[in-house]
């Protein structure tokens, strides 16, 4: 069976996750986000005192623990050795050192099975910044979010607050995410950009609601398998 694939790809700050939970429990697939797959190695690297970028230490912690992928309707996490790392993958000390996991080829290329692995029993919408591109270069949808600096900012500095207890200014927020889009842009492998048969959709002034309605009019109906009313 075919992986029926929709993919959302964008720079930080632009609801690639919170729209891939809300698409994928609407239409009952699976979530796949890349990004956390790279954070949780990084969160991993961090733990084990690894000093990155130090490339044989983190493929031997890939080949060391068991990294197990939950993909469901609105829910995607990584399993290390069965132990869910939860929000802290969203800290700003993981976020300052993914940089030194996502930009390695050879750990990129590492995980690429594991990114490819899921069932093709459901539809699978999967965010990340190469999903169109690189990932799932087949995929029958794919979607470019973006959205101003400013208002992605303002939005992380939110989750910071509200997810993790982080109180930064937001200037300070936004030079982060400045700093980011550099990194992810720049970077020899899997740099971030629009696929060239991809739909940018810019969210600055969108609702979630309004970014899901203007996503679901290129869903195929045949893939709507109906909520699953999970949106966590």
Same mark, same amino acid.
């Given at each position: 069976?075919?992986?029926?694939?929709?993919?959302?790809?964008?720079?930080?700050?632009?609801?690639?996750?919170?729209?891939?939970?809300?698409?994928?429990?609407?239409?009952?697939?699976?979530?796949?986000?890349?990004?956390?797959?790279?954070?949780?190695?990084?969160?991993?690297?961090?733990? =084990?005192?690894? #000093?990155?970028?130090?490339?044989?230490?983190?493929?031997? $912690?890939?080949? %060391?623990?068991?990294? /197990?992928? *939950? !993909?469901?309707?609105?829910?995607?996490?990584?399993?290390?050795?069965?132990?869910?790392?939860?929000?802290?993958?969203?800290?700003?000390?993981?976020?300052?050192?993914?940089?030194?996991?996502?930009?390695?080829?050879?750990?990129?290329?590492?995980?690429?099975?594991?990114?490819?692995?899921?069932?093709?029993?459901?539809?699978?919408?999967?965010?990340?910044?190469?999903?169109?591109?690189?990932?799932?270069?087949?995929?029958?949808?794919?979607?470019?979010?973006?959205?101003?600096?400013?208002?992605?900012?303002? =939005?992380?500095? #939110?989750?910071?607050?509200?997810?993790?207890?982080?109180? $930064?200014?937001? %200037?300070?927020?936004? /030079?982060? *995410? !400045?700093?980011?889009?550099?990194?992810?842009?720049?970077?020899?492998?899997?740099?971030?950009?629009?696929?060239?048969?991809?739909?940018?959709?810019?969210?600055?002034?969108?609702?979630?609601?309004?970014?899901?309605?203007?996503?679901?009019?290129?869903?195929?109906?045949?893939?709507?398998?109906?909520?699953?009313?999970?949106?966590?």
């Amino acid at each position: 069976m075919d992986l029926q694939i929709a993919t959302l790809d964008g720079p930080a700050g632009c609801g690639k996750s919170s729209v891939a939970r809300r698409l994928s429990a609407r239409i009952g697939g699976r979530m796949f986000s890349s990004g956390r797959v790279y954070r949780t190695l990084t969160w991993l690297a961090l733990e =084990r005192g690894v #000093a990155l970028p130090d490339e044989e230490a983190v493929l031997a $912690l890939i080949e %060391e623990h068991r990294l /197990e992928i *939950v !993909a469901e309707p609105g829910l995607f996490r990584v399993e290390v050795d069965g132990f869910d790392p939860g929000v802290v993958l969203d800290s700003t000390r993981v976020t300052g050192e993914i940089h030194h996991i996502s930009n390695d080829a050879a750990v990129r290329r590492a995980v690429l099975p594991m990114q490819r692995g899921l069932p093709a029993d459901l539809p699978v919408v999967a965010e990340g910044r190469d999903m169109g591109t690189v990932v799932f270069p087949d995929a029958q949808v794919k979607i470019f979010l973006t959205a101003s600096i400013e208002e992605r900012a303002r =939005r992380r500095q #939110a989750e910071l607050r509200d997810r993790l207890a982080e109180d $930064l200014p937001l %200037e300070q927020v936004q /030079e982060q *995410v !400045a700093l980011r889009d550099a990194l992810d842009e720049e970077r020899d492998v899997s740099p971030l950009v629009a696929a060239s048969d991809a739909v940018t959709v810019d969210t600055t002034t969108l609702d979630i609601e309004q970014v899901l309605s203007a996503i679901m009019e290129r869903i195929p109906a045949a893939w709507n398998r109906g909520p699953t009313g999970s949106t966590s």
